[in-house]
């Protein structure tokens, strides 16, 4: 398996994400770029989770059916071609980080999968559900880690 890079105009790997992306800012998603795309992928998967969240790990964003020629996304934008799923809020799209007040940082895990065939899952997924279900067709994939505490 390849890997591709993930990366983001508006925080470095390990480094904090800014209140605007968070659920109690504007709550815009954030900008991302990728590279390394296997030419024989038919479709690129995003996920955003927390492993540390109180309940277990929470999907903020998890997008299906993304173009696999596209190269990234705008901030507070679905990535081209992509089906936004709804998140852990209950919400379809991009749920900001939200821990709970006085917890250390939490990691936000932005995860792009290339897939050899379309990922089917239901309309409101947990993370488990997208890792099993990518795992069955996955080319190559890309982590990006944000921080974000209140």
């Not at 900008?31 to 992928?41: C, T, Y």
């Not at 705008?74 to 081209?80: I, K, M």
Request: hydrophobic share 35%; with cysteine; aromatic share 8%.
């Amino acid at each position: 398996m390849t890997g591709m890079e993930l990366r983001s105009d508006a925080f470095e790997d390990h480094a904090y994400l800014a209140r605007r992306y968070s659920y109690e800012g504007p709550n815009v998603s954030p900008p991302l770029a990728w590279s390394g795309v296997p030419d024989d992928a038919a479709e690129l998967v995003l996920l955003c989770e927390d492993p540390d969240a109180p309940s277990g790990t929470f999907a903020h964003w998890v997008v299906v059916g993304i173009d696999p020629h596209t190269d990234g996304v705008e901030a507070g934008h679905c990535p081209p071609g992509g089906t936004e799923l709804v998140n852990g809020f209950g919400q379809p799209g991009w749920g900001g980080p939200h821990p709970p007040p006085g917890d250390d940082a939490h990691h936000y895990c932005f995860r792009l999968y290339a897939l050899s065939g379309p990922c089917v899952l239901p309309d409101a997924p947990r993370a488990e559900q997208v890792h099993e279900e990518v795992d069955k067709n996955r080319l190559a994939d890309g982590t990006l880690v944000g921080l974000y505490r209140r």
